[in-house]
């Protein structure tokens, strides 16, 4: 049975305020689930790690990176300013992106692997397909990244259609089109299946799918209709 | 790095007479020949490229970088590469080349070709490889130690920009020491004013596949800190691994190998430059003749 912290500050809301200025920090989110809760797909090992070590790691340094920024643009500090970006980019994305991806995982006692239904499963059959086309098509650009990074299936708000994008190490989706909504994202950092599938990407990618949340995708896409 | 000879396979692509590297990027032909030439051409040498194991048994670096780790860094990923490379390049014009001529080739001056990144990847595998022995550590002797001393203040401090490079290297990648011989990059010039001092040591990082040939340097030790290359014995403690990397694993005798060969190459290449410059001098009749502008009478050029 895995360890859970009990801290339930939502994550990528304000956490605690930098006492003097109000800077808002963040802290690692809760898994809504226990590390051993997703396998054989994912091992806990790896989860944990993942959690613990990983996404602790980038919400530290983005924390660091966002008090100095903070600092230099009140000294009006350009150069420091943007010196600091490739650190805000690299570790905040990493929050942003590893906090959707525990969302998009879930035991399968709650659903996870199920397919999605209603409007959602029509979208992703009528601009895939079918179902079985999108996953292949998913696991296809994923195994196919070059080093470290992210496949995702995206909702594009402008052109209202689905799309699959692949973003490079911690790039977030939005860095492939202002109107891109993360729906789904899948890790393909070695750190994200190694110890379980070595260096066999594409049986990671084949088993993730047995515990995605397609509910919370479904979720997020329903939400974005409707405004 | 060269590739072996193959004499007894048939020559499946057209025998390129071009050898100078730049000049080959610009037209680099995909075909691929169908048509097997029965016998084998006298030294052509295909470039099926090997699988080179590294200079050490796989268990050798025990417990530093384990066995398992090379089973699967070695034996899946390094080869992987190869396969992959040889399967790309068969019956094209890639296949007559050596490694480092299919590096340049595909780098393509940053546009990628298809190959690099296999081909940029065996090269780097087998050159990590061979930046480690069993019972390695300890510090450099002779020039390299100088030459260390001379460009970063002192091994210390070396250490430290090293290990930095290799531990803010984002996502995956590789961290260098390498000898920088500095040269223009215009195609037809050259420095006016070599010395000694422009040459040095530096250290730089770089991600995915890329490598210091690409940027003209000459690589002299690398570190691999994709996370394949860790995570069996070290998980998420990158920075661990970078430091016993240093105190356990260097091979300063490869280093200081490859630092030798680097100088001898920067020296030869300032001997051709001399020689193509004296050749120019020697050689033009006229003193260049100064540009005619043409100007018109009613137009001012500077009109608005």
């Known amino acids: ?44 090992e790896i989860m944990q790690l993942h959690h613990q070590k990983h996404h602790q790691a980038y919400i530290t340094n983005y924390n660091k990176a966002l008090e100095q920024l903070d600092a230099a643009a009140a000294k009006g500090d350009a150069s420091t300013v943007v010196k600091l970006q490739s650190a805000i980019k690299f570790n905040g994305g990493g929050h942003v992106n590893h906090s959707i991806f525990w969302k998009n995982l879930a035991p399968v006692r709650v659903g996870g692997g199920e397919p999605p239904h209603g409007s959602f499963g029509w979208a992703i059959d009528s601009n895939f397909g079918s179902f079985e086309a999108l996953i292949q098509k998913m696991n296809a650009e994923g195994a196919a990244l070059q080093g470290s990074g992210w496949v995702w299936l995206g909702l594009d708000k402008e052109f209202k259609r689905l799309v699959v994008e692949t973003t490079g190490n911690q790039d977030p989706l939005v860095t492939k089109g202002a109107s891109l909504v993360p729906l789904l994202g899948i890790d393909v950092w070695e750190h994200a299946y190694y110890l379980q599938y070595k260096n ?20 997020v896409f329903d939400k974005e209709n409707a405004n | 790095m060269a590739a072996a000879a193959a004499f007894a396979t048939p020559l499946k692509c057209t ?41 050490y048994a796989l268990e050798a670096l025990e417990p530093h970088m384990s066995l398992e780790t090379f089973e699967y860094h070695w034996g899946k990923h390094h080869r992987a590469y190869v396969d992959n490379l040889n399967k790309q390049i068969v019956g094209t014009e890639l296949d007559t080349k050596s490694l480092d001529e299919i ?103 770089s991600p995915n596949a890329i490598n210091p040939l690409v940027y003209d340097y000459s690589p002299l030790l690398t570190i691999d800190v994709w996370e394949h290359a860790y995570y069996l014995d070290y998980q998420n403690r990158r920075p661990e691994y970078i430091s016993t990397f240093m105190e356990k694993l260097v091979s300063w005798d490869a280093v200081s190998l490859r630092l030798e060969a680097a100088k001898a190459r920067a020296a030869e290449r300032e001997r051709e430059e001399e020689r193509e410059r004296d050749e120019y001098e020697g050689n033009s009749q006229t003193e260049p003749q100064p540009v005619e502008m043409y100007l018109s009478d009613t137009e001012d050029s500077e009109a608005d």
Do not use: C
């Open chain 1, 1 to 44: 049975m895995a360890l859970r912290t009990l801290i339930t500050r939502n994550p990528l809301r304000a956490a605690a305020p930098l006492a003097s200025r109000g800077l808002q920090t963040f802290s690692l989110p809760d898994l809504p689930y226990d590390y051993g809760e997703l396998e054989p797909a994912i091992s806990a």
């Open chain 1, 200 to 219: 066999v990407r594409p049986d990671y990618l084949k088993n993730i799918w047995k515990v995605i949340n397609w509910k919370y995708a479904s979720d």
């Open chain 2, 15 to 55: 025998f390129s007479t071009s050898h100078n590297v730049s000049g080959s990027t610009r037209g680099l032909h995909w075909r691929k020949n169908e048509r097997s030439v029965k016998r084998a051409y006298r030294g052509v040498i295909t470039a099926k490229i090997d699988h080179k194991p590294p200079p």
């Open chain 2, 103 to 205: 590096i340049l080739a595909t780098y393509n001056k940053g546009d990628l070709l298809p190959p690099f990144n296999n081909a940029a990847q065996v090269w780097n595998h087998e050159f990590f490889w061979e930046s480690m022995k069993p019972g390695g550590g300890g510090q450099p002797s002779g020039e390299l130690a100088e030459l260390i001393k001379r460009d970063f203040g002192s091994f210390e401090a070396f250490v430290s920009e090293f290990k930095a490079a290799a531990a803010t290297q984002f996502g995956s990648g590789w961290a260098w020491l390498v000898y920088k011989a500095n040269r223009l990059d215009v195609g037809n010039a050259v420095n006016p004013l070599p010395s000694e001092e422009d040459k040095k040591l530096v250290v730089v990082k």
